[in-house]
């Protein structure tokens, strides 16, 4: 089982970037995804989930609006797409896989992948 971030790098203030997660010994499309930061002495943050339908999402207050995260489960895929980045997005990204989106939101993850930096230059 593995969750394999990419996508991470330098974005410039109010910029736009893609972050994208691949799964591979299971599927997608049978857990809820989710995404978590965590910046060096804080404690590792929620950011987006999505359910097993694909439509319904959960979103941290510091986020909504601004991040929209979504599932390919043909290429066993979940994306994070973050627009009008500010310094505090800075972190290293992990996607993360639960039974159910409530369980991402409460952190109770089955998965965890390895993380992808995001850099935000001003």
């Known amino acids: 089982v593995q969750l394999q971030a990419s996508g991470g790098g330098l974005v410039e203030l109010g910029g736009s970037l893609t972050v994208s997660c691949a799964a591979s010994?299971?599927?997608?499309?049978?857990?809820?995804m989710g995404w978590f930061r965590q910046v060096p002495g804080k404690e590792r943050e929620f950011v987006a989930g999505?359910?097993?339908?694909?439509?319904?999402?959960k979103y941290a207050d510091a986020v909504k609006g601004r991040f929209t995260i979504s599932r390919d489960n043909a290429k066993n895929t979940i994306l994070l797409q973050m627009n009008s980045v500010n310094p505090e997005d800075a972190a290293v990204y992990l996607c993360t896989a639960s039974p159910t989106l409530y369980s991402v939101r409460v952190g109770n993850i089955y998965y965890w992948g390895q993380g992808t930096q995001v850099t935000v230059s001003s």
């Open positions: 010994g299971f599927a997608v499309s049978r857990f809820a």
């Open positions: 999505i359910d097993t339908d694909a439509i319904t999402t």
